[in-house]
């Protein structure tokens, strides 16, 4: 009878688990998009680094990489402290439907490995900021082929991470 027990209690679990009404956990959005004032500091920062170099683990004008761009804009123009790399910045936010997607919101590329390895900030209209290691600080369409066959896709910075910065 106990071994029984043993070998129905975990089946019990998996079906109690499973009980309740049915959400899509990858869309769950507990973090709303950046206020429109926002968006518009951190694009219009950001803006003013277009042409500024690529530069491995760049965190200043004298040269960025992709996450430490996205790191130092938050900072800079919204007082937010996000985590400094890509993979940090990807746990620090919450997948976001293309449909819903706003201004300051996170874009993702699998470039090099199967893990987010790139980031840029989302502009609109099909825009995205950031730091290539091609050209440095650009704005580049999330259309073109390079990016398109890449993009893991959008996210928004977790609430926690904005109220706790300000």
């Known amino acids: ?62 040269g960025w990489d992709c996450s430490g761009f996205v790191h130092g804009m938050f900072k800079r123009y919204l007082g937010v402290n996000l985590p400094r790399e890509t993979g940090g910045l990807y746990s620090a936010s919450v997948c976001v439907r293309a449909k819903n997607s706003r201004p300051g919101d996170l874009v993702f590329f699998r470039i090099e490995s199967g893990k987010p390895s790139h980031v840029g900030i989302y502009a609109g209209n099909n825009r995205f900021i950031h730091s290539s290691t091609s050209g440095g600080v650009m704005v580049s369409r999330l259309s073109e082929d390079y990016y398109r066959q890449r993009l893991i896709g959008y996210r928004r910075i977790r609430h926690g991470f904005l109220a706790n910065s300000r």
């Not at 009404?21 to 998009?33: E, I, M, S």
């Not at 206020?35 to 920062?45: E, I, N, P, S």
């Not at 277009?50 to 004298?62: A, C, D, F, L, T």
């Open 1 to 62: 009878m106990r071994k029984f027990i043993l070998c129905i209690l975990p089946i019990l679990v998996v079906f109690a688990a499973c009980s309740g009404p049915v959400k899509d956990a990858k869309y769950d959005l507990p973090a709303r998009p950046l206020h429109g004032k926002d968006a518009k500091k951190l694009l219009t920062g950001a803006s003013k680094h277009i042409g500024e170099p690529y530069q491995y683990g760049g965190v200043s004008s004298k």
